[in-house]
């Protein structure tokens, strides 16, 4: 069965501290891997990542694809409170459905 | 903000009931998917409707149904509420054979 699994679950730092979320997967197929942030409701694009393209950044937040390990890793340097939210990762095996992990739950604390 | 929307916000209904929840697409995506988001779990794949088609479907019964209409919009109907069906309902819209899900604010439902 196909699966994603986020690591922590929850994160607890400091502003201006650094922060490292996983995400590993087991997938039939994989065309994609994405990142969302999920403040309260609505999930928000962050990063998508494809064998063409494996690293990505914006501003603080840089991602990297291993497909040979099966794992990504999203990297937020210099954390704000604004950065807290609910990180979700999600693979797209190329059908029509995302697969999401249960999400990594940041707090930045002032 | 992606411009999908979705309504109502929150809705609260008892066990047995029935429920419609609608999605409005962004402008020019004329696919559209459906998430059932449990407290502290990830979004779960309820279906994905394009040409006013269902085009695949994930492990939920049939008392979960859906339409797309010709302006891609889209309606959730959920038949004979579970207690469990309590959950935020997250739509989101993409354009066929690209890879980027955009996602609405969600409706919560509460079935009591």
């Known amino acids: 069965e196909d699966k994603v699994v986020q690591s922590p679950l929850s994160l607890v730092v400091h502003e201006g501290d650094t922060v490292t979320l996983n995400c590993s997967y087991e997938?039939?197929?994989?065309?994609?891997l994405l990142w969302y942030k999920q403040e309260k409701k609505a999930p928000t694009f962050l990063f998508m990542l494809?064998?063409?393209?494996i690293e990505k950044k914006s501003g603080r937040l840089s991602s990297i694809l291993d497909k040979k390990e099966l794992f990504s890793i999203l990297n937020i340097t210099a954390t704000q409170t604004g950065d807290s939210a609910v990180y979700l990762c999600?693979?797209?095996?190329?059908?029509?459905?995302?697969?999401f992990g249960t999400g990594t739950r940041l707090k930045v604390l002032a | 903000e992606t411009g999908v929307t979705q309504s109502p916000t929150h809705l609260i209904k008892t066990r047995g009931q029935q429920v419609t929840l609608r999605c409005s697409s962004q402008?020019?995506?004329?696919?559209v998917s459906w998430y059932q988001q449990a407290l502290g779990q990830g979004p779960q794949f309820i279906f994905q409707?394009?040409?006013?088609?269902?085009?695949g479907r994930g492990n939920f019964p049939p008392r979960f149904s859906g339409l797309q209409f010709p302006n891609y919009s889209s309606e959730l109907n959920v038949n004979a509420l579970e207690l469990d069906d309590s959950a935020l309902y997250l739509c989101?819209?993409?354009?066929?054979?690209?890879?980027?899900?955009?996602f609405g604010a969600g409706t919560r439902l509460s079935v009591l």
């Open positions: 997938v039939t197929n994989f065309r994609s």
């Open positions: 409707y394009y040409r006013e088609e269902e085009n």
């Open positions: 402008s020019g995506h004329n696919t």
């Open positions: 989101a819209s993409s354009l066929a054979l690209e890879n980027i899900q955009y």
């Open positions: 494809t064998s063409s393209g």
């Open positions: 999600a693979v797209f095996p190329g059908t029509y459905k995302y697969i």
